[in-house]
């Protein structure tokens, strides 16, 4: 098992910045793709971001293209998400998660965190 524990979110107004960070323990985080979602209250999850096990190879959905930055340290077993210019549509519960291949498909992920809430106001 993987556990993952994200943290960092809060309040913040539009136009502010925020990063999330998500702390990995229990497998080799070098052997994972990590991977950002989030839930917004009556929405689905949405995939944000993925990064690959080398952090070369990026994805991100366009809603946050241009605005989020994922990156990874693989000597601190850690994902991070660093939002800018954020938008009161950016308010929802953050996930990360793992799996085993640069994927935006949320059922291929293995492992779940437990979710930071961020908020945005307007």
């Known amino acids: 098992q993987m556990q993952l524990v994200e943290s960092g979110g809060r309040l913040v107004q539009a136009g502010g910045s925020l990063r999330l960070s998500c702390v990995a323990s229990?497998?080799?985080?070098?052997?994972?793709?990590m991977g950002w979602f989030r839930q917004a209250p009556g929405k689905e999850r949405e995939f944000v971001a993925a990064?690959?096990?080398?952090?070369?190879?990026?994805l991100y959905a366009d809603s946050v293209k241009g605005r989020f930055t994922i990156s990874r340290s693989n000597a601190k077993n850690t994902v991070y998400l660093q939002m800018n210019v954020l938008k009161p549509e950016d308010t929802a519960v953050y996930y990360c998660?793992?799996?085993?291949?640069?994927?935006?498909?949320?059922?291929?992920?293995?492992?779940w965190g437990q979710g930071a809430q961020v908020t945005v106001s307007s």
């Open positions: 990064i690959s096990m080398n952090g070369i190879n990026i």
């Open positions: 998660a793992a799996t085993r291949q640069v994927t935006t498909a949320t059922t291929m992920y293995d492992y």
């Open positions: 229990g497998r080799t985080f070098s052997d994972y793709v």
